[in-house]
């Protein structure tokens, strides 16, 4: 198992709006002690109230423990109000913990880690160069010569990997054409000026196929999801509820499919901010599909649809996609009533596959951190080129740290050209 974050994208704000939340309920809401190890939490959308149990093994009876198996904003109220019980004589008594808790953690082999570490940056353009070395340059008739194609996607993705400027990352481009890796070292602009062709969109696509290639026989259980990518531009509309102007950042959504052991990506689609989801499920899952065996395929519940489901089954896998509150079985006997069955009556079986799709969100985190979660590109095409370079050198360190932990040798298949 090569990474199990358990920092997912974003899930640090997710903890403290619960913590938030079930402050306001212990402040506003009765929360009352039903026996010894139960408490009734009064719900601020339905009106009725779960149940949370303390002890051991906390629980709750709210949609969203059932789903996350982690600490919801009902079970922090019940937590607030034993941390600080009113007695009877105006005293207050203060408990330090709500229960103890075991955390799950997960091995690793650090003596492989390490050393894929520390040699990632050399790994990284040797697997590089090999990707790119048959990338075929278009015929030029006249004119000045251009920089072959092979070397600008090369120096395009090394610039994304450093994270450094495009002039400070010059020193990198000298000393990987003193190796070999690079015919000569091309000026910064002209690397901003090939990732702003659209030729170059299908070429980083199907170097992202092939890095995940040798990695086949590891994978065999995938999870689906989106995310996005800041960008400098704004959007501006005029909000004629309260008469003023907003403006937000701009962003490029990437909808991704991603193994769930090493974390490698196996199909990618870029769109604009306000694609939807679920549409784009069939078509990462068949680009996978070409590549990889389907045993399983994990999604959240912007994804449920019954169409979804069959293309899934269409490969031979098995959906995990949650369901939503207001899902009613279907009578004629298709997919959807057979999972929904199985979501119903096998809730817990159901919920360890469908939580294999947590792996994405730490997939996601991984590109972020490591690469950057905004884009520098001005351009539509150069920003969808740019996040296609981060998930291409997020696939390599995946294959490196295969390289050293599982003993891989990478032997990439096909042609980029």
Same mark, same amino acid.
């Given at each position: 198992?090569?990474?199990?974050?358990?920092?997912?994208?974003?899930?640090?704000?997710?903890?403290?709006?619960?913590?938030?939340?079930?402050?306001?309920?212990?402040?506003?809401?009765?929360?009352?002690?039903?026996?010894?190890?139960?408490?009734?939490?009064?719900?601020?959308?339905?009106? /009725?109230?779960?149940?949370?149990?303390?002890?051991?093994?906390?629980?709750?009876?709210?949609?969203?423990?059932?789903?996350?198996?982690?600490?919801? +904003? /009902?079970?922090?109220?019940?937590?607030?109000?034993?941390?600080?019980?009113?007695?009877?004589?105006?005293?207050?008594?203060?408990?330090?913990?709500?229960?103890?808790? +075991?955390?799950?953690?997960?091995?690793?082999?650090?003596?492989?880690?390490?050393?894929?570490?520390?040699?990632?940056?050399?790994? #990284?353009?040797?697997?590089? #160069?090999?990707?790119?070395?048959?990338?075929?340059?278009?015929?030029?008739?006249?004119?000045?010569?251009?920089?072959?194609?092979?070397?600008?996607?090369?120096?395009?993705?090394? +610039?994304?990997?450093?994270?450094?400027?495009?002039?400070?990352?010059?020193?990198?481009?000298?000393?990987?054409?003193?190796?070999?890796?690079?015919?000569?070292?091309?000026?910064?602009?002209?690397?901003?000026?090939?990732?702003?062709?659209?030729?170059?969109?299908?070429?980083?696509?199907?170097?992202?196929?092939?890095?995940?290639?040798?990695?086949?026989?590891?994978?065999?259980?995938?999870?689906?999801?989106?995310?996005?990518?800041?960008?400098?531009?704004?959007?501006?509309?005029?909000?004629?509820?309260?008469?003023?102007?907003?403006?937000? /950042?701009?962003?490029?959504?990437?909808?991704?499919?991603?193994?769930?052991?090493?974390?490698?990506?196996?199909?990618?689609?870029?769109?604009?901010?306000?694609?939807?989801?679920?549409?784009?499920?069939?078509?990462?899952?068949?680009?996978?599909?070409?590549?990889?065996?389907?045993?399983?395929?994990?999604?959240?519940?912007?994804?449920?649809?019954?169409?979804?489901?069959?293309?899934?089954?269409?490969?031979?896998?098995?959906? #995990?996609?949650?369901?939503?509150?207001?899902?009613?079985?279907?009578?004629?006997?298709?997919?959807?009533?057979?999972?929904?069955?199985?979501?119903? #009556?096998?809730?817990?079986?159901?919920?360890?596959?469908?939580?294999?799709?947590?792996?994405?969100?730490?997939?996601?985190?991984?590109?972020?951190?490591?690469?950057?979660?905004?884009?520098?590109? +001005?351009?539509?095409?150069?920003?969808?080129?740019?996040?296609?370079?981060?998930?291409?050198?997020?696939?390599?360190?995946?294959?490196?740290?295969?390289?050293?932990?599982?003993?891989?040798?990478?032997?990439?298949?096909?042609?980029?050209?």
């Amino acid at each position: 198992m090569l990474c199990k974050n358990e920092i997912t994208d974003g899930i640090t704000n997710g903890i403290e709006v619960r913590q938030q939340r079930g402050l306001a309920i212990a402040a506003r809401c009765k929360v009352k002690r039903v026996r010894a190890d139960e408490w009734a939490v009064p719900s601020q959308v339905t009106g /009725h109230a779960y149940v949370v149990k303390v002890g051991e093994n906390f629980s709750c009876t709210c949609p969203d423990h059932e789903l996350r198996k982690c600490r919801c +904003k /009902h079970v922090y109220a019940v937590q607030y109000v034993i941390e600080r019980e009113e007695n009877a004589d105006g005293t207050t008594t203060v408990t330090e913990t709500l229960t103890a808790t +075991k955390r799950t953690t997960y091995t690793q082999n650090w003596p492989a880690y390490n050393k894929a570490q520390q040699n990632e940056k050399a790994e #990284f353009q040797s697997l590089l #160069f090999d990707l790119c070395k048959d990338i075929e340059t278009p015929f030029q008739a006249m004119g000045r010569k251009r920089l072959p194609l092979a070397d600008a996607v090369f120096s395009a993705t090394f +610039k994304i990997y450093s994270t450094f400027s495009g002039r400070r990352f010059t020193t990198d481009l000298s000393e990987a054409q003193e190796k070999g890796y690079i015919s000569r070292t091309p000026h910064f602009n002209s690397i901003f000026n090939y990732l702003e062709n659209p030729a170059l969109t299908p070429i980083l696509t199907k170097l992202i196929e092939r890095a995940s290639l040798p990695l086949k026989a590891v994978e065999s259980d995938f999870a689906v999801d989106s995310t996005g990518f800041m960008s400098s531009r704004f959007v501006r509309w005029y909000d004629h509820k309260y008469g003023v102007v907003k403006e937000e /950042h701009d962003w490029v959504k990437a909808h991704v499919m991603c193994g769930v052991k090493t974390n490698v990506i196996t199909a990618v689609e870029i769109h604009d901010r306000n694609t939807n989801d679920s549409p784009i499920l069939p078509s990462l899952v068949d680009a996978t599909a070409k590549n990889f065996t389907l045993r399983e395929v994990s999604a959240d519940k912007g994804y449920l649809a019954a169409s979804n489901m069959a293309a899934i089954e269409k490969h031979g896998a098995t959906p #995990f996609i949650a369901f939503k509150s207001n899902s009613k079985p279907s009578a004629n006997g298709s997919l959807w009533e057979k999972m929904y069955h199985f979501f119903s #009556f096998k809730r817990d079986e159901y919920l360890n596959h469908y939580h294999k799709r947590s792996n994405i969100e730490s997939t996601m985190n991984m590109v972020k951190s490591k690469f950057g979660d905004a884009v520098r590109s +001005k351009t539509d095409v150069a920003m969808k080129n740019e996040v296609l370079a981060k998930i291409l050198c997020h696939n390599i360190c995946c294959l490196i740290q295969a390289m050293y932990e599982l003993g891989i040798e990478p032997e990439f298949i096909g042609s980029a050209a």
